[in-house]
């Protein structure tokens, strides 16, 4: 892997003060792996509270509007999210543009607000089963892809300094223990850095994809070690830190 893998749990909504313990013990491993970057999406209440709890890992939201303040009820801006101590947001989940209806349009205003905001992004694309059946997978990717990345004038300092990164998370795999194929996913990883060299030139060589939909401790050596990817992005087995250490080890090429 060219660029340093990054190893992501999202947590989705799950998580409550009581597992502070188990982010602690995940950031103790990734102490103990200085060439991965471990990072963890904890839902907005958790934030502030693993912020001061771990020191080696990264900590960020799950969404930000693309507003910076004002009359939005239940929304949190991206100058919020830094304010609460996180580094980086994960926008356009699938599970965000099913239950939200976010269109990619939205999702990239969102990616320039975060990026403006100093954040590091993490840009979703993903097909649904019904798409891949019918052979649609990588042009639906490569539309999300080219609607959903953030662009704009201060965005070449981001790509340049890694702060921009695509997940690859095919709908079918998320929460399902059905993981994609790795040669199915070396192609869409493929697919999906072309996209990103047109947008942004060479610099796009910066942009990791990481790759998401099942991952666990028996896949993630396969996945993590395909070629085209640079991290993954973990759900189910990020919220243990028994579960997610071996991901992270697999990354670091080791031992949990
Ligand atoms: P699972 O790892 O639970 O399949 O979730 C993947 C995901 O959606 C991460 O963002």
């Known amino acids: 892997m060219p660029n340093r893998p990054y190893v992501v749990g999202n947590w989705k909504m799950n998580g409550s003060r009581a597992m502070l313990a188990e982010a602690r013990a995940i950031d103790r491993a990734a102490g103990r792996y200085p060439d991965v970057q471990v990072a963890l999406a904890p839902p907005f209440t958790m934030i502030g509270a693993i912020r001061e709890a771990v020191s080696a890992m990264g900590v960020g939201g799950q969404d930000c509007h693309f ?11 991206a100058s919020m999210l830094v304010d609460s101590g996180a580094d980086f947001v994960i926008l356009g989940h699938s599970e965000r543009r099913k239950d939200h209806g976010e269109s990619d349009q939205l999702v990239r205003a969102k990616a320039e607000a975060a990026v403006a905001a100093g954040l590091g992004v993490i840009v979703c694309v993903g097909e649904t089963l019904e798409e891949r059946d019918a052979g649609g997978a990588e042009s639906v990717v490569s539309g999300q892809v080219d609607g959903s990345l953030p662009q704009g004038e201060n965005i070449g300092d981001a790509v340049a ?43 796009g060589q910066k942009v990791r994809i990481l790759y998401g939909g099942s991952v666990n401790a028996g896949n993630a050596a396969d996945l993590l070690s395909a070629a085209g990817v640079d991290g993954a992005l973990v759900g ?21």
């Open 67 to 77: 507003q910076a303040k004002g009359a939005h009820t239940g929304d949190v801006s």
């Open 161 to 203: 300094g890694g702060r921009v990164s695509v997940a690859y998370e095919p709908v079918w795999a998320i929460g399902t223990g059905r993981v994609a194929d790795v040669p199915d996913v070396v192609a869409m990883h493929a697919a999906i850095r072309a996209r990103i060299i047109a947008l942004y030139g060479e610099n």
């Open 236 to 256: 189910g087995a990020s919220l243990t830190a028994d579960a997610f250490l071996p991901i992270i080890a697999a990354a670091g090429n080791g031992e949990a």
